[in-house]
């Protein structure tokens, strides 16, 4: 039977012999050695190499098969001597085939020889008629077999024992090297992840606005594990729904805001367990969370990682691909790891969002107690200036009358001492009431009431005060001049009865984008960093920071034992513009 196939497939009508594999083994092996030192396994280099090796061997067919990373199919790397429409039928075959069943599981060669009409997947019986004998043989790394590798021979009649030991000896050899080749591209890979985690860890670390973290990591998982999109989905308060916050999948639609039910989904087995899940297919699911992704956006292999924060689950990190997919247990890996750095991330976001939140809350409280405040000031100097002054005025207009009719000398120095005193509360009364609320900050502005203020309050004595003002004028909101004139208020309030100062300058700046104000005295000074609660509370510290933070201004106080202070107050005027309108 085998002496007539082989007679049947010669030209000539003589058998035709099997190549010796002789002093072309070592082209082979020489191929291999080059396959070994190439930086990466992919297509080309596996292409490149089959090329050489069946240019080597001298066989017409040759074929390159590797398991893909769910081991469940045999894909073609490489083909020698196939017709494209031949490589696209034979692309992938499963592992309970045949060959997969033989070769892979029990490691061992397949030859078919002698009969050309029989079959030998994953070859249809047109390529071994054309070919005649064929060999699959492992592709081995040690115990673990990665591929197959398949030869077609010329000739029908069973190739000798030494080719085939040595065949079998050439796939260990491929299988070596192709473990050689991907030890290194995992290594190489794992250190460019490694760099990569890095730089997101940073990132996270620096950046405390949820909506940016969210962003970064779903772009950061979709890369890693080169996935098509990805998603972060959080827990709702009561941990019975899940809402989707961030996607990095652009269908031409926006998924964040969508809500799914936590009971019956696999996310939902996620945060249960705290383990990853995976699914190769979720258009085969029947879960109502992955036919609705699956609708959405064409998901089919999806792998989940769960988020732990505050030792619960806080929500799933989601990887998706367009295609079936069984995530490898290095992606699994790695998107626990990008989880953990993202749960960090995601809760000290939302501490700093607490903290502006209630930051927020004490703004409106100062806002609405000022207003209070300035109102009840206003109201009382309306009382004293309206009320009580004219009241006073008229008492004293008829203190002059009693004393220009008073003959009597001791009568009338009684009136002429009342007129004195209450010439002096009328005074007082004036002063009182402009402190409160001065009447010329709405309608000369913060310059001139400032200059107002130093001159009526701090001028003469011991004390000169050097007052400039630079810049070009500007509207001022309302609140910001009044912030600027009551911190300035206290500021030289606080030089006169602590600094023991001798000068202190004033200096006002006015500018387009935001107004400064600095008084710089020479007087005794302090140790900042010792400075407690209560004292800070006698220097008015506490409020005048509560006036900037309500205007998002900035105050820093400077001061050295012997060397004088310096306070400085600086506030952007768009933004408390803005705050004044709403």
Known sequence: MAGTSAAASAPSGAPRRHHPFGSESLSALSALLRIAGEPRLGGRALGRLATRLAHALDVPALTIRLLDPSGRWLDLKAAVGLSKRMRTRLRRIPIDSAVGKEVVRRGRRIVRAGDPDASMPPWPRSVLRRFGAGAFVPIRAGAEVRGVLGVGFRESTRPPAAQLRFLDALGRQLGTALHVISARETRRKTRSEARFLRRIAAALSA???????????????????RASGAIVMLLSRDGTEFEIVSTSRSEGFDVRGVRFPV?????????RTGRCVRCRDASTERRALLRSLQQMGNVRGLLIAPLHGDGSVIGTLNVSSSRPRVFSDHDRRTLMQ?????????RNARLFEDVRSHRQLLR????????????????????LHDEMGPTLSAILINLQLLKERSMNGTLGAKIVETEALLTGIIEKIRELAYGLRPPMLEHLGLAESLKWMIETYFSGGHLVVDYRVSGSPVHLDPDLALAIYRIAQ?????VVKHARAARVKVRLRLAPAAVRLEVHDDGRGFDTASLGAE??????????RERMDHLQGRLELRSQPGKGSRLTVTCPLEIADARALG
């Open 364 to 383: 409106q409280l100062y806002s609405q107690q000022s207003s209070v405040l300035e109102g009840e000031r206003k109201r009382i100097a309306h009382e």
């Open 338 to 346: 990008l989880g953990h750095q993202a749960s960090i991330a995601i």
């Open 207 to 225: 950046n405390l606005e949820l909506p940016a973290i969210l962003d970064m990591v779903t772009s950061a998982a979709q890369r890693l594990t």
């Open 263 to 271: 009971a019956g989904s696999l996310s939902g087995v996620a945060v």
């Open 535 to 544: 004292r800070r509370a006698g220097l008015g510290l506490a409020s005048m």
């Open 490 to 494: 206290e500021a030289l309030t606080n």
